[in-house]
């Protein structure tokens, strides 16, 4: 595109959000507004659609996806498959693979003492 088309372009891109801007301040819906301002209601929509179109084109080509490497972060409390249940200051760890009669006598236990 020539400078020239390029300024016209962008003059006629200033108009139409001025269009819009004007129109959404207004209060009235955008039909009401229309008539009101011997707009064709399709032209505005067609404006509308082009406008948010160079804009989204615009976005895409300032925006650079960036990749980041994140940190391995460790966790400060040992990772384990065992239960823990931790009651007004104290901790109950059952194995993994602990059998059901084993985990019900403990959870009674805990129960009858408190």
């Known amino acids: 595109m020539d400078e020239i088309s390029v300024v016209k372009t962008e003059v006629k891109y200033a ?3 001025a269009m819009v801007e004007e129109c959404r301040s207004s209060g009235l819906s955008i ?3 229309c008539e ?3 707009v064709n209601l399709k032209t505005y929509h067609y ?3 082009r406008l948010r179109t160079m804009f989204l084109d615009q976005h895409k080509k300032n925006t650079v996806p960036e ?4 940190p391995v972060v460790t966790p400060s409390v040992p ?3 065992n239960v823990m249940l931790h009651l007004e200051g104290i901790t109950i760890e059952i194995p993994q693979g602990s059998d059901e009669n ?3 006598s403990v959870l009674r236990a805990v129960k009858s003492a408190w």
């Open 79 to 81: 990772v384990t498959n």
């Open 102 to 104: 084993t985990i019900t």
């Open 15 to 17: 108009e139409w959000i």
């Open 31 to 33: 039909r009401a507004w």
């Open 36 to 38: 009101e301002n011997n």
């Open 67 to 70: 990749i980041k490497k994140l």
């Open 47 to 49: 404006r509308l659609r």
